[in-house]
Structures are given as structure tokens and as C-alpha cells.
């Protein structure tokens, strides 16, 4: 059973910093990613990476200022976010499912794997 689960949110002024983080339990899975998701807007797919760490792909509303890592040692997926903006305020969740070649690094796979989300608040 693959089960994400994230950590690292919290509240911030605008162009600050905040490091989020998944731990994914279960081996059935090669892409993760991260979501957010703003009362009364869709869910967007922020980034996307194999579970090796290749082939990260980014939304165009935070290339630039989001990076993503893995911690193969730890199991650990971070989501570096800096220069954070008003508009980064959402629910943030991790999601981890196994993609079929060429999915993940296009931002095109689909996941039946959910953390419970962590909240990213940003003030101006």
C-alpha cells in the first residue's frame, strides 16, 4: 500500500521560504508529485518527478521559485519554496502512483495515492 504523507507546512510573509515534505510508505509506485489546491479554484499540479529524482517538472506559476529533491536515504520528497507569494496560499498535498513511460515528466500522470495535505499560508 502506498500511503504519502506530508509535513512542513505553515504561515509566512510574502517572499519568504518554506520547505515542504513527503515520506511515501510502499515500493509500487515511480512518480510523485505535489498539489495545491485554493478555496474555490481547481487543483493544479505544482511538480512532478520520478521517484529516482529524474526528469522534475515544474507549473509555470512557480518555476523559478520552487525546487523539488529527494532524499533517497531518508525516503523524503521536499518541495523548496521560496520568493512565496500571496497567491501560493492553497492546501498543499503529496501524491504518489506508478505512471506509464513518459507521464510524470510531462505533468500528465494520475494518482490514486493522496497525503492528508498541509496548509500553506502566505500574507502580504
Known amino acids: 500500500q502506498v500511503q504519502p504523507v506530508e509535513s512542513g507546512g505553515g504561515s509566512v510573509q510574502a517572499g519568504g521560504s518554506l520547505r515542504l515534505s513527503c515520506t511515501v510508505s510502499g515500493n509500487t509506485y515511480n512518480c510523485m508529485a505535489w498539489f495545491r489546491q485554493a478555496p474555490g479554484k481547481e487543483r493544479e499540479e505544482v511538480a512532478a518527478m520520478y521517484s529516482s529524482g529524474a526528469n522534475k517538472v515544474y507549473a509555470d506559476s512557480v518555476k523559478g521559485r520552487f525546487t523539488l529533491s529527494l532524499d533517497s536515504a531518508q525516503n523524503m520528497v521536499y518541495l523548496q519554496m521560496n520568493s512565496l507569494k500571496p497567491e501560493d496560499t492553497a492546501m498543499y498535498y503529496c501524491?504518489?502512483?506508478?505512471?506509464?513511460?513518459?507521464?510524470?515528466?510531462?505533468?500528465?500522470?494520475?494518482?490514486?495515492?493522496w497525503g492528508q495535505g498541509t496548509q500553506v499560508t502566505v500574507s502580504s
Open positions: 501524491a504518489a502512483d506508478r505512471a506509464p513511460p513518459g507521464y510524470c515528466a510531462t505533468g500528465h500522470a494520475t494518482f490514486n495515492y
